[in-house]
């Protein structure tokens, strides 16, 4: 089965090609922009077609996180690649697409929201907004789904600009973790997302529309204090404001419907993982980068109407 996996430089297709390619029934192709420009409707098509391409696995956007805020024309951008696969259902098995929960807007709080709810309001944010219309595509296309994301995290995130692996490394440095506001978020493992692609690849989907989230809701305090049990060093913790940001939590009811043998990663054991894969790769990693904080610096903007 040939598997096409865009956006193949970035955190999630990086990790679903390390994981997918174990299975020999699956050949990968996993081409970088420069390899493949998805905004170039003829190269999309000539890659598809002349590959005999079967699956395709459509990772690849801006936006959505501190690293792309001042990034101009990002609908736009967006849709151009998303047309450009989503128009190749017809000579493909299947296309599973990612979502995001910023499709319900971030300028209020979401809670335990399911996935018809995104019809409620219009996001504010171009990234929402994007991701929105996407779905609205979806639902009444024939052979794509869309796996809505919440908060996944992994060895292979920015360790700069996510939380979790930026506390992990600040911990190693022996340096505090710091915390903007504290906020709830349905964080789920990387390792969990790719068994929920690998069953919608092997399986026909009763729905168009997924929430692909742990159903949990956790803080980030609780996550950071997770860290300090785990190592043998413990951070100070310092919040800098007292108050709760908007919670970002989903209901994942329709998903565990569906595969029904799903199991989803403690966070304890999914740090522990984390913590030991940055332990034996410290050497590579910047420590004036992490003291000087992007993450920290950046937190209020992510969040903005």
Known sequence: MNILITGGKGFIAKSLTEQLTKNNKYKIFSPSSKELSLINESDVDNFIISNKIDIIIHTANKGGGRDSLDFKN??????????????HEKNVKKIISFGSGAEYGKHKPIIEVKEDEYRLAQPIDEYGFYKSIT?????????IIQLRIFACYGKYENYLLKFITNSIVKNLFKLPIIINQNVYFDYMYIDDLIKIVDYFINNDAKYKVYNASSGKKVDLLTLANTINKISEYKSEIVVLNSDLNNEYSSNNDRLKGEITKLNFTSHEKAISEMYKYFKSNLSFIDKQEIIDDKYLENCNKIWRK
């Open 135 to 143: 779905s609205k595509y979806i639902e009444k296309s024939e052979k």
């Open 74 to 87: 990002l609908t736009e951008y967006n849709l151009r690649m998303f047309f450009n696969i989503a128009k």
